[in-house]
T-cell receptor, first 112, second 121 residues
Framework: KQEVTQIPAALSVPEGENLVLNCSFTDSAIYNLQWFRQDPGKGLTSLLLIQSSQREQTSGRLNASLDKSSGRSTLYIAASQPGDSATYLCAVLSGSARQLTFGSGTQLTVLP | NAGVTQTPKFQVLKTGQSMTLQCAQDMNHEYMSWYRQDPGMGLRLIHYSVGAGITDQGEVPNGYNVSRSTTEDFPLRLLSAAPSQTSVYFC????????????????????FGNGTRLTVT
């Protein structure tokens, strides 16, 4: 059974800092990996989707990388801003049922 | 373009009551799904649908029913509410179902509603 782990559970950084969020998964036979953002009391917003054949995806100040062989993905946020404060979740699509398995998220606080 | 709309936003039920959580999307998405989010447990899939008239069970289906009579709507029914069903429920959709095995389906991100916070006393 696929398991997805995100460490740390919470992170606090000063504004302007570059930061990396980590996601690891136990079964490397994945179809894709998605990073989401969740604001308090809201649903999840898709940030980046990396297909299994890709190594990275970029959107603005966000860059996500994927290393399937080691079962790891990172989300790099450049020049962090207070508006980036949210919980970031990763999810992997895998298995014969092709279902998404979510991590528990990293709660990011960017201090002004 | 409203995206994925869930109603109600909040609901309190007594044990044994039944109710329906509504979900509608206006993006002509084939795939719709229901998740519950609990502290420390992440999101878990309850039921999903790959098209009108087709539904299937996810990881935690017990106590819930679904139907998909139209492409747009995917209601979730709680048959007899229990305190263990206290949670935040999210509806999500994507253009292609991942289970089709088409390469395009693996490039189809999920779109989420804003959730329904349910408390069962």
């Amino acid at each position: 059974k696929q398991e997805v782990t995100q460490i740390p559970a919470a992170l606090s950084v000063p504004e302007g800092e570059n930061l990396v969020l980590n996601c690891s998964f136990t079964d490397s036979a994945i179809y894709n990996l998605q990073w989401f953002r969740q604001d308090p009391g809201k649903g999840l917003t898709s940030l980046l989707l990396i297909q299994s054949s890709q190594r990275e995806q970029t959107s603005g100040r966000l860059n996500a990388s994927l290393d399937k062989s080691s079962g790891r993905s990172t989300l790099y946020i450049a020049a962090s801003q207070p508006g980036d404060s949210a919980t970031y979740l990763c999810a992997v699509l895998s298995g014969s049922a092709r279902q998404l398995t979510f991590g528990s998220g990293t709660q990011l606080t960017v201090l002004p | 373009n409203a995206g994925v709309t869930q109603t109600p936003k909040f609901q309190v039920l007594k044990t044994g009551q039944s109710m329906t959580l509504q979900c509608a999307q206006d993006m002509n998405h084939e795939y719709m799904s229901w998740y519950r989010q609990d502290p420390g447990m992440g999101l878990r899939l309850i039921h999903y649908s790959v098209g009108a008239g087709i539904t299937d069970q996810g990881e935690v289906p017990n106590g819930y029913n679904v139907s998909r009579s139209t492409t747009e709507d995917f209601p979730l029914r709680l048959l007899s509410a229990a305190p263990s069903q206290t949670s935040v429920y999210f509806c999500a959709s994507s253009y292609f179902p991942p289970s089709t095995g088409r390469s395009s389906s693996y490039n189809s991100p999920l779109h989420f509603g804003n959730g329904t916070r349910l408390t069962v006393t």
